[in-house]
């Protein structure tokens, strides 16, 4: 009975063996001939993230991310860069005895950026916004810009607006006013405010979506164009905010 158990058992530890130390086992692990990331630099206002993706052959290569100053910048071990503070990093991506880096400028971030719903950016201010949208002919009597003003502390602005092709619509800043040909328009005072305990954006002056209505008479087939520059101007007299919009809308 001995001899059974015995025998039973070195054929467990002869097939563990056999499974641990088969040719699977000894094969070498494949070189790594290449990595590259999408981006080889990107500028980040603080508490903006960017995700980065490495292109390594072979494609299961393990990719490991790490950061030369993490003051600076933070990356995760899924290639998520964090921006903390002013400054430049370093973002190394490996695998095997192959790197890829990307530079990361992160830069001070202003009182006010404007985050574009249609390709989930947000732009600083200095920022020229494609925005390139197409909608129904139904809908095109009342469209709105899916631009989000994004506040990050409190302050008043005086606020402009000015279009190169007239503009006909809604202009909803502190209040909606309906326009008809016109190629500017000025807002006193606008109060913007962020409060985190009740999302990302809480603006007084109904700024965070739906500031720009449009009335379009463009025919189904057509482009509707146009070119906006808004300014933001603190009464506090500190730095204007602006950014030029260049709307293409095409009616279906």
């Keep these: 009975m001995k001899a059974t158990y015995l025998s ?15 040719p699977e086992a000894n094969k070498p692990t494949p070189e790594v001939t290449s990595i590259t990331l999408q981006k080889s630099a990107a500028t980040l206002q603080t508490g903006e993230t960017l995700e980065l993706t490495a292109t390594v052959s072979p494609a299961d290569a393990k990719v490991t ?19 903390i503070a002013p400054g430049t990093a370093t973002i190394t991506a490996q695998a095997g005895d192959k790197k890829a880096t990307c530079t990361i400028t992160v830069v001070e971030g202003k009182n006010v950026s404007i985050f574009n719903k249609l390709d989930g950016k947000k732009y600083p201010s200095g ?6 949208a ?55 005072a606008t109060e913007y405010t962020a409060d ?15 500031w720009l ?29 602006s950014w030029t919009i260049n709307v293409a809308i095409t009616v279906k």
Excluded: Q
């Excluded at 933070?74 to 998520?80: L, P, Q």
């Excluded at 920022?127 to 390139?132: F, H, N, W």
């Design 8 to 22: 039973l058992t070195l054929a467990l530890i002869s097939l563990v063996l056999f499974t641990s130390c088969g």
């Design 65 to 83: 991310f790490s950061s030369s100053n993490t003051a600076v910048a933070t990356v995760c071990e899924k290639g998520v860069v964090k921006a």
């Design 127 to 132: 920022s020229t916004i494609d925005y390139v």
């Design 134 to 188: 197409t909608i129904s002919e139904e809908d095109a009597g009342g469209c709105d810009l899916d631009l989000l003003f994004s506040v990050i502390k409190t302050m008043k602005y005086k606020t402009e607006i000015t279009f190169d092709n007239e503009f006909d619509g809604f202009i909803c800043i502190g209040e909606c006013e309906t326009v008809n040909n016109i190629k500017s328009h000025k807002v006193d």
């Design 196 to 210: 985190s305990e009740k999302g990302p954006i809480k603006n007084k002056g109904d700024m965070t979506g739906g």
């Design 213 to 241: 209505h449009f009335k379009l008479s463009t025919p189904a087939g057509e482009t509707y164009k146009n070119r906006i520059v808004v300014k933001l101007i603190p009464e506090d007299g500190s730095e204007t905010l």
